[in-house]
């Protein structure tokens, strides 16, 4: 690891600061790999699988996804709640933080096989009965990858008080959520390429595909847990000498009577409504409405988190140079530029090349505003950590609850097999209209002095221009 340098940041007092080493920032980084792989199989692919190969009804694979969400949305600020109690048992002894990744990691690796493999010895049985059979397995993953999510973000306020170095620990978790991701989609081209020639489109046939995918994506991210829990310790945090001293924790009442705290929550759920939405609907996208083939469903994804990559690479500097409300309004440049294409994209043109190119858009939309609104989640936070975990439960409550939400109402609308343009109508006007909500949230954010001692929440300060 590179030796770790002192800085110094001021409000009211002076506090010094190591940056944190290269090495810590990467091991940080692939902690969230595993909930990565799990996130795109589980976004990109179920619907597809559960409609396409298993077979059930357009509302049927809606309302398990709406499951899942609800049951994530759920958990999220009960492990945010508990992840912030510490206590002096052997379950508290690993970590506050770890310890609950350590439990997600297990229930994710558990329950997320069951999800894309055929009803065990029920596959034959009526539709209720295998509905409740993947609810079961889909509730018991979902509180997993809540566990994971929450309390690895909840790390980041741990490790750095410098808003910077969050932006930075902040981006290259998203680094490794592309990359991950890219895995998934080009082990699925593979797959799906290799085994069904270039005219084929998905079917029942492509269960035993799936399946491959999963186990290939699990071990790669089993591999990388055990990386992260071997290499960052809580106590790894470069905090440094705080004249204040401690985590000060806030009451539950207290967080949730600021009103900025549900300015924060709208941005981060509508920039996560654009995000997952375009991933749950772009397969369906091109398979109904572009008519293309399978292998299709896995190169377009693929194009939009590489153009997703590329765009977070520069992250971290687009925010420290222009500031949160301006590299936010660049994403939802993007975006609308994207949503746009999308609504008028037709022909041999657009089918052959410019699809790419609105992936591309989407990915890079995508990768700008869902770091940006993870960022400003992070200056909310402050140098209060002992409350963090709990602030990104109620982020990701919203964002799991209008996500599951938004999916059973669009599947539910959709009973017109005939309509081919349905899922690029969802594009254009759903994903667009969400990504503008949030600018507006971000825009509802007015730049303020920093909070002084006692002031947590009364005021958040961001870098606007």
């Excluded at 199989?41 to 309302?63: I, K, P, R």
């Excluded at 933080?97 to 297990?106: P, V």
């Excluded at 309509?419 to 969400?434: A, Q």
Aim: charged share 15%; hydrophobic share 45%; glycine share 10%.
């Amino acid at each position: 690891m590179e030796s770790s340098q002192q800085y110094l940041i001021s409000n009211d007092y002076t506090e010094v600061y190591q940056r944190l080493p290269l090495g810590l920032q990467l091991a940080y980084g692939i902690g969230h790999v595993l909930n990565d792989v799990c996130a795109s199989m589980w976004f990109t692919y179920l619907l597809v699988f559960f409609h396409l190969v298993l077979q059930f009804s357009n509302w049927e694979a809606g309302f398990m996804l709406l499951v899942g969400q609800v049951a994530d949305a759920l958990a999220t600020p009960f492990v945010g709640f508990q992840s912030d109690q510490s206590g002096t048992s052997f379950f508290y002894s690993y970590g506050k933080r770890k310890i609950w990744h350590l439990l997600g990691t297990i229930c994710v690796l558990g329950a997320f096989p069951f999800i894309f493999s055929p009803c065990v010895y029920c596959i034959n049985a009526q539709r209720w009965v295998q509905i409740v059979y993947y609810c079961i397995f889909i509730i018991i993953f979902q509180f997993g990858w809540a566990a994971v999510q929450i309390s690895h973000l909840s790390l980041i306020p741990e490790l750095t008080p410098n808003e910077h170095d969050r932006t930075r620990l902040t981006a290259i978790r998203y680094c490794f959520t592309v990359i991950s991701s890219i895995l998934v989609y080009i082990v699925t081209w593979l797959i799906l390429h290799l085994d069904s020639g270039d005219d084929s489109k998905l079917g029942p046939a492509d269960g035993p595909k799936f399946q491959h995918i999963v186990w290939i994506g699990l071990g790669f991210g089993l591999f990388c847990s055990i990386l992260f829990h071997l290499c960052v310790r809580e106590e790894d945090g470069f905090g440094g000498s705080d004249i204040r001293g401690g985590q000060p924790r806030h009451n539950v009442k207290e967080i949730l009577k600021n009103i900025k705290v549900y300015k924060v929550a709208l941005i981060y759920m509508s920039t996560r409504l654009f995000v997952n939405l375009s991933q749950v609907f772009i397969p369906l996208y091109l398979h109904e409405t572009l008519d293309m083939t399978a292998s299709s469903l896995a190169l377009i994804p693929l194009t939009m988190f590489i153009g997703s990559f590329l765009m977070s690479v520069g992250i971290e500097k687009l925010n420290r140079l222009f500031g949160r409300k301006m590299a936010y309004t660049i994403g939802v440049s993007m975006g609308v530029a994207a949503c746009i294409w999308v609504q008028y994209g037709q022909g041999t043109f657009y089918i052959s090349y410019g699809i790419y190119v609105v992936a591309v858009l989407i990915g890079a939309a995508g990768s700008v505003v869902l770091v940006t609104s993870l960022g400003i989640t992070a200056d909310l936070i402050g140098d209060k950590t002992a409350s963090g975990a709990f602030v990104y439960g109620i982020m990701s409550f919203t964002d799991k609850l209008a996500n599951g939400v938004a999916v059973i109402i669009i599947q539910d609308l959709h009973r017109d097999a005939t309509n081919k343009f349905y899922y690029r109508d969802i594009l254009t006007y759903v994903c667009g209209i969400s990504i503008i909500f949030g600018f507006t949230g971000v825009l509802s954010l007015i730049s303020g002095r920093r909070p002084r001692e006692g002031k947590w929440l009364k005021s958040l300060h961001l870098d606007f221009l």
